[in-house]
T-cell receptor, first 115, second 113 residues
Framework: ETGVTQTPRHLVMGMTNKKSLKCEQH?????MYWYKQSAKKPLELMFV???????ENNSVPSRFSPECPNSSHLFLHLHTLQPEDSALYLC??????????????FGPGTRLTVT | AQSVTQLGSHVSVSEGALVLLRCNYSSSVPPYLFWYVQYPNQGLQLLLKYTSAATLVKGINGFEAEFKKSETSFHLTKPSAHMSDAAEYFC???????????FGPGTSLSVIP
């Protein structure tokens, strides 16, 4: 495997289900990101893990819970979602530089549909 | 605070014509600037990046962008559009922190045969 991989690629879940999205990066990076991409809306940064520190967008509902067990793996745990959470969820990774040059590499995304 | 604007949410060009996608930014620190492309049902792919080494940056697939500090712009161009260029294009700026990468709203490029 190369680059950034995400599984599953498609997910349909009911509002009462619990599921998890998985992301793995094979680039040796030390920062990983979750983004939400909805139709007609800008890319929304949800969570960032860098050197084991977590930064989160305070507007993200608590029904989304990230987990980063190591620098190569990132999960997004989902529970009691709402239909408006249907979107493309993108994972990305980058190397953290103090200079600010955060070139991100993206996975193919998980298309989530909440019914 | 940093921000990115992309003029034109949708741009159509004829095959073989010049492609020009506009990006303007604001940043309180010297910026790093990026263009990404997203094909349907795929993630974002880095096209090119500006890192202050040169103001004219060449990327993949024949695209290039010019950094103009006086205009706070980083427009993306390609001399001759190809059908395979039809996609969504995002401009992004990063500054001092990994949680400060800001993406523009995107421009959808259509190429007409």
């Amino acid at each position: 495997e190369t680059g950034v991989t995400q599984t599953p690629r498609h997910l349909v879940m009911g509002m009462t289900n619990k599921k998890s999205l998985k992301c793995e990066q094979h680039l040796g990076h030390n920062a990983m990101y979750w983004y939400k991409q909805s139709a007609k809306k800008p890319l929304e940064l949800m969570f960032v893990y860098s050197l084991e520190e977590r930064v989160e967008n305070n507007s993200v509902p608590s029904r989304f819970s990230p987990e980063c067990p190591n620098s190569s793996h990132l999960f997004l745990h989902l529970h009691t979602l709402q239909p408006e959470d249907s979107a493309l969820y993108l994972c990305a990774s980058s190397q953290e530089w103090t200079s600010g040059m955060y070139e991100q590499y993206f996975g193919p995304g998980t298309r989530l549909t909440v019914t | 605070a940093q921000s990115v604007t992309q003029l034109g949410s949708h741009v159509s060009v004829s095959e073989g014509a010049l492609v020009l996608l506009r990006c303007n930014y604001s940043s309180s620190v010297p910026p790093y600037l990026f263009w990404y492309v997203q094909y349907p049902n795929q993630g974002l792919q880095l096209l090119l990046k500006y890192t202050s080494a040169a103001t004219l940056v060449k990327g993949i697939n024949g695209f290039e962008a010019e950094f103009k500090k006086s205009e706070t712009s980083f427009h993306l161009t390609k001399p001759s559009a190809h059908m395979s260029d039809a996609a969504e294009y995002f401009c992004a700026v990063s500054g001092t922190s990994y949680d400060k990468v800001i993406f523009g709203p995107g421009t959808s490029l259509s190429v007409i045969p």
